[in-house]
């Protein structure tokens, strides 16, 4: 049974940091794509960035250059570092991962960036 479950949001001013971890289990981890995607209020939920298995990584143009997506396949984690955070950051962020044909998605975390 795929399970991802995302931890590390919360309250932070514009211009601070934090660190999203997303814990994986039910599948061999190491040979997935992974991403994180999120959903402002009244948006659509849109990727934010990918880690493919070998470690290659690519990021929405809104979020390059700020956040870094990274794995440990040892630990079955997958981590968004978001720096120089914006007010428009502010969203739910989901881990996901497609799976034996199947879209699996975590329950999410909240990410609020305001003063």
């Known amino acids: 049974q795929v399970q991802l479950v995302e931890s590390g949001g919360g309250l932070v001013q514009p211009g601070g940091s934090l660190r999203l971890s997303c814990a994986a289990s039910?599948?061999?981890?190491?040979?997935?794509?992974m991403h994180w995607y999120r959903q402002a209020p009244g948006k659509e939920r849109d990727l934010v960035a990918s880690i493919t298995s070998a470690g290659s990584t690519g990021y929405a143009d809104s979020v390059k250059d700020r956040f870094t997506i990274s794995r440990d396949d040892a630990k079955y984690l997958v981590y968004l570092q978001m720096n120089t955070l914006k007010p428009e950051d502010t969203a739910v962020y989901y881990c996901s991962a497609f799976v034996r044909r199947t879209r699996y998605w975590g329950k999410g975390t909240l990410v609020t960036v305001s003063l």
């Open positions: 039910g599948f061999t981890f190491s040979t997935y794509s």
